[in-house]
């Protein structure tokens, strides 16, 4: 399996990785060189993934299908939702498989939720409360993710991977949402000192309301002076389930002890406990020509939710 990694930072550094301990040959091109892209993509890619910054989504993606080319792309998937239909419909009309990188899907403890959802095991749904609290992108230089006309923002760096958790976990889809949004970084500087706003969001507040009933509360932010543990309780008619740090999840019912449940992260990115299996399907399934999940449809549904966020947000 001969896969061309379209992406030499998270693409580069994690990805490409992920993809040699599955067995497959891994060519890394940098974004920025649309020669070198071109030179790979055309030399006999079985699969195109494409990990460049997301305004440079809609190229390297239609690129990679103009050569009949499997492709997996990173999120968000484009700059807004007429890239992500875009996208989604030339690989519909291609049939070309097409794979969309929402790895904390395969995430064990998520998985276990998930399972614990669909066997009734709290009863009906009714509400998800999700914290996530991190300093991730305080000491960050000013480049792309901090800049709005880039796609820059919070709501599609992590807010498009907690939409379609909500999607996947509660097999629903988004009805009605809105959004208040923060920076609470307003300026960064460059690597070569100079100051620049920030223009894009690095935190926000959401409200959703899913087709099947359920409502979600988010609050989260990635500038904060100090991480605090990740917390997702999802309550339902016949009791809860509570996720912390994707490392435990805890099963409360009315008088039963709470069962609890651990999964090992290991060491290394922590993106990998769901990248590294998530990947391993996607090259075994374009090996077989099957198409799976999460796709361009995935990353369609996700983009139109986040345009709604904004249009409906307090900026």
């Known amino acids: 399996m001969n896969v061309v990694v379209v992406g030499t930072g998270f693409g580069g550094r ?20 649309a020669e070198a892209v071109s030179r790979a993509v055309a030399a006999g890619a079985d699969l195109v993934s494409v990990h460049s910054p997301p305004f440079l989504h809609h190229t390297h993606v239609m690129a990679a299908l103009d050569r009949g080319c499997a492709v997996l792309c990173d999120k968000p998937f484009g700059r807004d939702a007429a890239e992500a239909r875009s996208m989604r419909d030339r690989a519909r009309e291609d049939k070309a498989l097409n794979f969309l990188n929402f790895e904390f899907r395969r995430f064990p403890a998520r998985l276990k939720a998930r399972s614990l959802v669909r066997d009734d095991a709290i009863g009906t749904p009714q509400h998800v409360s999700w914290l996530f609290v991190g300093n991730g992108l305080r000491p960050q230089l000013h480049r792309w993710l901090f800049d709005r006309e880039l796609a820059g923002g919070w709501i599609g760096a992590w807010g498009s991977h907690c939409i379609d958790t909500l999607r996947w976990l509660l097999d629903s889809e988004v009805a009605t949402c809105s959004a208040v949004l923060r920076t609470d970084t307003g300026s960064r500087p460059d690597a070569q000192g100079v100051e620049h706003r920030s223009t894009a969001e690095d935190a926000f507040s959401a409200w959703f309301t899913m087709e099947n009933g359920c409502t979600a509360s988010v609050d989260t932010a990635y500038s904060a002076p100090v991480a605090l543990p990740q917390t997702v309780h999802v309550l339902g008619s016949d009791g809860a389930i509570e996720i912390h740090n994707d490392s435990t999840v805890l099963l409360r019912r009315p008088r039963e002890a709470p069962e609890t449940f651990l999964f090992s992260l290991g060491a290394g990115d922590p993106h990998l406990p769901g990248l590294g299996p998530w990947l391993a399907e996607v090259a075994k399934a374009v090996g077989s020509g099957v198409q799976l999940s999460p796709s361009f449809d995935d990353g369609l549904a996700v983009a139109n939710v986040m345009e709604q966020m904004r249009a409906r947000s307090n900026k």
Request: proline letters at 5%; hydrophobic letters at 45%; aromatic letters at 4%.
């Open 14 to 33: 994690v990805v490409a990785g992920a993809y040699r301990d599955a067995d497959c040959a891994v060519e890394v091109v940098s974004p920025r060189d």
